[in-house]
T-cell receptor, first 114, second 114 residues
Framework: DQQVKQNSPSLSVQEGRISILNCDYT??????FLWYKKYPAEGPTFLIS?????DKNEDGRFTVFLNKSAKHLSLHIVPSQPGDSAVYFC?????????????FGTGTLLAVQP | DTAVSQTPKYLVTQMGNDKSIKCEQN?????MYWYKQDSKKFLKIMFS???????INETVPNRFSPKSPDKAHLNLHINSLELGDSAVYFC?????????????FGPGTRLTVT
């Protein structure tokens, strides 16, 4: 049962343009959402998060939007840079639950073309 | 001064063997995790420990046994290896359970069972 879904396995964007990565979830108990970034041969690194009490969180070039009614979140990267090329994982959790377990999506490979 | 380190990075072994993967973090974190990323790129939690106490034990075969000798170490021992155990195994840590949304991952151990 895949509770967090990233339906686009890959995305290619020109340098300087906007990258939009999408994520859907099914579990209405999730109340905290995150994006992790992963380079080849490295572990994922935390990028940005958002609580379900917000609909937007911004950190520099990265903005995460949350649409609770649609159970959808997206990560916007503006402007995209070649160094942003990586796999981006969406993750969700029931914060404050018994285990605070992270549930990850399968990732989207972003390629930013110079 | 790697924050979360894993050894070995690569492990090739035959079915039926027993192997261990070691993980160490020098961040002073209380909570540590093991994840498995299979061929479909799903990154799934296997175990978590908080202050050496088992918190999460997903539906993992009991051939997998985590051991936490102290807060800085969480090792994974696997008995009677099977072909389906081939995957990349990631260790991670977080400050504590409350901040489990921000996890620091090791570089991964690619296990290949032949």
């Amino acid at each position: 049962d895949q509770q967090v879904k990233q339906n686009s396995p890959s995305l290619s964007v020109q340098e300087g343009r906007i990258s939009i990565l999408n994520c859907d979830y099914t579990n209405s108990m999730f109340d905290y959402f995150l994006w992790y970034k992963k380079y080849p041969a490295e572990g994922p690194t935390f990028l940005i998060s958002i609580s379900s009490i917000k609909d937007k969180n911004e950190d520099g070039r990265f903005t995460v939007f949350l649409n609770k009614s649609a159970k959808h979140l997206s990560l916007h990267i503006v402007p995209s840079q070649p160094g942003d090329s990586a796999v981006y994982f969406c993750a969700a959790m029931n914060y404050g639950g018994a285990t605070n377990k992270l549930i990850f999506g399968t990732g989207t490979l972003l390629a930013v073309q110079p | 001064d790697t924050a979360v380190s894993q050894t070995p990075k690569y492990l090739v072994t035959q079915m039926g063997n027993d192997k261990s993967i070691k993980c160490e973090q020098n961040l002073g974190h209380d909570t540590m995790y093991w994840y498995k990323q299979d061929s479909k790129k799903f990154l799934k939690i296997m175990f978590s420990y908080n202050n050496k106490e088992l918190i999460i034990n997903e539906t993992v075969p009991n051939r997998f046994s985590p051991k936490s000798p102290d807060k800085a170490h969480l090792n994974l021992h696997i008995n009677s290896l099977e072909l389906g155990d081939s995957a990349v195994y990631f260790c991670a840590s977080s400050q504590d359970l409350i901040t489990s949304y921000e996890q620091y991952f090791g570089p991964g151990t690619r296990l290949t069972v032949t």
